[in-house]
């Protein structure tokens, strides 16, 4: 079928606590690099923006997966195109400290809305703004327990 790459942010269910989201990264890196999908999470206490990249059907396996999910409200996919190679191939569903200040200059919200906010109530333009930051290499500094490894066959 090839490659594919599919952007979606949700709303949490409940507060999304540091341990929480450790457990979370472990389970999703455990499962995707199984079903051979790679890509990044940003997630503020109330929200989740992720990109998951791989061949079409497991990326849709994925996401179903996450659409069953109770910990997720409001799942909204903002991107789901063909792409012509990884750009997380490297990431083993790599999760990047954001500041709200970044998220809201790359996304155009205003200061009064939170982290939470903006990326609840991001649009497809927007999310192709905080992808291609990623893509170019933004916050690969701060990756937190996305360990380089070897990308999967394409």
Do not use: K
Not at 124 to 135: I, K
């Amino acid at each position: 079928m090839g490659l594919m790459h599919c952007v979606y942010v949700s709303e949490a269910t409940a507060p999304i606590s540091p341990p929480v989201l450790q457990q979370i990264l472990a389970v999703s890196r455990e499962r995707n690099a199984a079903a051979g999908v790679t890509g990044m999470l940003i997630c503020s206490p109330q929200a989740f923006f992720q990109v998951l990249e791989g061949e079409a059907a497991d990326v849709e396996s994925v996401y179903a997966r996450i659409a069953r999910d109770p910990r997720h409200h409001q799942l909204r996919r903002l991107v789901s195109e063909p792409i012509a190679q990884r750009g997380f191939a490297d990431w083993a569903m790599g999760e990047a400290q954001v500041s709200e200040a970044e998220i809201q200059a790359l996304t155009g919200s205003s200061d009064l809305m939170s982290a939470t906010a903006a990326l609840s109530q991001l649009g497809d333009a927007q999310a192709r703004s905080l992808l291609t930051a990623f893509l170019r290499g933004r916050w690969r500094a701060r990756l937190r327990g996305g360990t380089a490894r070897p990308a999967p066959a394409t």
